[in-house]
């Protein structure tokens, strides 16, 4: 119970931010996206699984890639949750998200949530679910004591902020640009005051997402929030690896290191 | 029960056509969507407005269109009166600019410099690179690599007017994912960029704005068939893709139920082939580009590839307020095959001189097999929404020919 606000705890009393990685599921198999999360969970405080979908509107082309090719690799979402379970046999303290569409996670009916509550999951991020329409999502998942993770972003205005804060758990995931993942950070005086006013209205962590895409980023912006998410770096070190497992973990592991390190700075 | 409808008033505050429609995007596009919902209601019923709009309906679209009695072809059907509602004789060539004239006015009125677009067939990319040259706006259009190719034309149609169309080739290569791109541009530019979304669908408010530009269509034949026979029509007739000149014709008739209104989807290879593009005749509700309805998926709620002779019906869904029509049952909603769509193409060119485009053929292949079961006093209308010069290449190479 309460992995999530558990793994916030850890990482403060290492005197360190938290690190979200995300990955998608399926990419390029199930199999080999298994061994990239059994090495993501040595490394990072959370972890997101993505879970692909054919029309992934929010994504840059390396995720979008990274989708098409695990939906190629027939995956379901009986199979990401079993890959979950799995999971949940090597780790048992480590927070495990969903990331995903809205669509994917609707196509499950009302057993969405007994079906992720059992194999292990913490909580969900969907994308395409804006405040404005998740009252019945964070009421199902607050009955089962899941976060529904909130997105801000740079055009959320305040007030709406103050409104999301409200209905929140977990943590807030703020989208550091007007953009999809993998593109370029613009302006960091921007993030560091939306981050810090988010903060003064809520004791829920805020972490940063989309753009870090180098440990000094990931250094600057954990400095400013609670944490950051990595997601499109990582899946492009794999991706110019080729998918080859051995070459793969060596880089993912050597990225991950420099992320934790650069996290870990004051 | 007989006033089930006269408290017709949709979509709700909340953007909803009962459980359709709704904003289901990143927080990122939210302000956006609130800034055009509020603007829009401020300034629809604003006088200037109107009347600006009214002269570049009359003086740039070329409005009204006719209300034409297809005399021979109706003599040929031996049954009921068939008249076209000639949208194909618009400016462009199609209904399409009857929103792009009013979503350009929108935009200047926030202030937004440059202007995105997604197109399937081509036609509401022109009509958007239309508007955008007469008001010197930067426009950029988003086109599936696939239609690109099978609608050379269009694509050279818009560069001469000045706009710049990026090529999609992630997905399916065709509208749906054009749509995405267009999503993901305007994520990235959202402060000085307006997207003109071409039909009734996407999130709140666009399926209320689109349908209530396109609705001068079914308002201005309320007046012509007063006129022309005395009444309403009988039944109106019209394709649906995302749905746009369906509900432009539709909408200020749906409170008068004494009309039959007919909307046709795309049956592609056939209903149980599984290629087609008919979401409301062989789909269930799910959330796509923003909005909820009936969509073509799997069980995991992957979204369908489908497949169309039309550019523009390809598309696995449908605007949210046919969903909400066709659960209620106000519309009745068929499928045309591709074989139908293109039989109707060739007998409305060579019976009444007029091509249609392949899309308005599906409502045209509905006619043909529908109107001798009717009686001969019906007035049936259906909404013909685009010509057919944009199809020469398909139709030539559905019946055998190169160029």
């Known amino acids: 119970m309460g992995r999530i606000k558990d793994s916030f705890e850890r990482a403060k009393n290492q005197e360190s931010k938290t690190l979200i990685t995300y990955y998608v599921a399926g990419d390029n198999n199930l199999n080999f996206s298994k061994k990239v999360f059994l090495k993501l969970l040595s490394y990072a405080d959370i972890i997101e699984i993505g879970v692909p979908f054919s029309d992934p509107m929010a994504e840059g082309s390396i995720i979008q890639r990274s989708h098409e090719r ?16 799995e999971l949940r046999i090597h780790n048992q303290d480590k927070p495990i998200v969903l990331m995903g569409y809205m669509n994917n996670f609707l196509s499950q009916g009302e057993n969405l949530f007994k079906k992720i509550k059992k194999a292990g999951v913490d909580g969900l991020i969907i994308v395409d679910l804006p405040y404005e329409e998740s009252e019945f999502f964070y009421n199902k998942l607050k009955d089962i004591d899941l976060d529904l993770i909130r997105l801000i972003s740079p055009t959320t205005p305040k007030k709406t902020i103050e409104k999301i804060v409200k209905f929140s758990s977990g943590f807030l995931y703020y989208v550091s640009f007007r953009g999809v993942t993998g593109a370029k950070l613009s302006n960091f005086k921007e993030v560091q005051d939306k ?72 | ?38 603007l829009y209601k401020k300034i ?21 269109s006719p209300l034409y009695f297809a005399k021979r072809w109706t003599d040929k059907l031996n049954g009921a009166k068939v008249f076209l509602k000639r949208e194909d004789l618009n400016h462009t060539g199609a209904h399409k600019i009857n929103n792009t004239v009013g979503q350009v006015l929108l935009a200047k009125k926030m202030g937004k410099k440059r202007i995105i677009a997604e197109t399937g067939a081509g036609q509401h990319g022109v009509a958007t690179a239309a ?19 099978r609608q050379a034309q269009n694509v050279y149609r818009m560069k001469l007017m000045g706009a710049e169309v990026c090529p999609v080739s992630s997905g399916t290569s065709t509208l749906k994912d054009a749509m995405n791109e267009a999503m993901r541009d305007w994520v990235s530019y959202i402060d000085d960029t307006h997207y003109i979304i071409g039909s009734v669908a996407g999130p709140h408010p666009y399926p209320m704005i689109v349908r209530d530009f396109n609705s001068i269509v079914g308002t201005e034949l309320k007046k012509q068939s007063k006129i022309l026979f005395g009444k309403y029509p009988d039944k109106i007739v019209a394709c ?164």
């Open chain 2, 1 to 38: 029960m007989a006033n089930k409808n006269n408290n017709y008033n949709y979509p709700d505050k909340n953007g909803r056509f009962g459980s359709f429609g709704g904003r289901y995007v990143s927080e990122t596009l939210i302000s956006a969507l609130e800034e055009l919902e509020s």
């Open chain 1, 195 to 266: 981050v810090k006013y988010i903060k003064s209205k809520t004791k829920i962590p805020v972490v940063v997402g989309f753009g870090i895409k180098e440990g000094e980023i990931a250094q600057k912006m954990s400095k400013i929030s609670d944490g950051v998410v990595v997601g499109s770096r990582l899946i492009d070190i794999i991706q110019q690896n080729n998918f080859r497992l051995s070459d793969s973990m060596k880089f993912l592991e050597k990225s991950l290191k420099k992320f934790r390190r650069d996290v870990r700075k004051k």
């Open chain 2, 240 to 403: 649906v893709g995302g749905g746009s000149n369906a509900m432009g014709i539709f909408y200020p008739f749906i409170k008068d139920k004494e009309v039959d209104l007919i909307g046709v989807e795309a049956a592609g290879s056939g209903l149980s082939s599984g290629k087609h593009a008919a979401p409301l005749s062989d789909g269930s509700p799910g959330v796509l580009h923003g909005m909820k309805t009936y969509l073509m998926q799997n069980s995991d709620g992957q979204i369908l590839g489908t497949h169309s002779v039309s550019a523009g019906l390809d598309y696995p869904g449908v605007g949210p307020e046919h969903s909400f029509l066709k659960d209620m049952g106000r519309v009745h909603y068929e499928a045309a095959t591709d074989k139908e769509a293109l039989k109707a193409f060739h007998d409305l060119s060579r019976i009444e001189g007029i091509m249609p485009a392949l899309e308005t053929s599906h409502a045209l292949a509905w006619v043909s097999k529908n109107a001798k079961k009717l009686k001969k006093s019906d007035v049936v209308v259906v909404n013909l929404s685009g010509r057919g010069d944009k199809d020469m290449q398909s139709v030539a190479k559905a019946d055998g020919i190169n160029f």
């Open chain 1, 70 to 85: 695990a939906l190629s690799s027939y995956i379901t979402f009986s199979r990401i949750l079993s890959l979950v379970k």
């Open chain 2, 131 to 149: 508007v955008c040259a007469r008001h010197g706006i930067e426009c950029i259009i988003f086109m599936g690599s696939e239609d690109i190719e």
């Open chain 2, 44 to 64: 629809k019923n604003d006088k200037k407005f109107q009347e600006e709009l009214t002269n570049d309906l009359q003086t740039f679209v070329g409005r009204p």
